[in-house]
């Protein structure tokens, strides 16, 4: 069945770093755009970042540009997150899932960005 495993977040200090990876399953990755969300608490969950089936074309929320980056090894069906300059806004459970969120939620990691 399709399962989505995310990992490595945690507590870091404002302007720190993370590096986020998500482990697909169960489905065709290489055929699909990927995309990384987040939740913060008593928010919507919101689009951060997506990336291409070939990893080509990247984008992002205008709120992380130029701090985080996307991407993926079709060869490991995995996709990841490099977290750069890290704000308390950042703090957040980060999920991954194909472009739409059409398979079935992963539990998430937790970032917190706290001094």
């Known amino acids: 069945q399709v399962q989505l495993v995310e990992s490595g977040g945690g507590l870091v200090q404002p302007g720190g770093s993370l590096r986020l990876s998500c482990a697909a399953s169960?489905?065709?990755?290489?055929?699909?755009?990927m995309t990384w969300y987040r939740q913060a608490p008593g928010k919507e969950r919101e689009l951060v970042a997506t990336i291409s089936s070939g990893g080509a074309i990247k984008n992002y929320v205008d709120s992380v540009k130029g701090r985080f980056t996307i991407s993926r090894d079709n060869l490991k069906n995995t996709v990841a997150l490099q977290m750069s300059s890290l704000k308390p806004e950042d703090t957040a459970v980060y999920y991954c899932?194909?472009?739409?969120?059409?398979?079935?939620w992963g539990q998430g990691t937790q970032v917190t960005v706290s001094s």
């Open positions: 169960g489905f065709t990755f290489i055929y699909h755009t």
């Open positions: 899932n194909v472009l739409g969120a059409t398979m079935p």
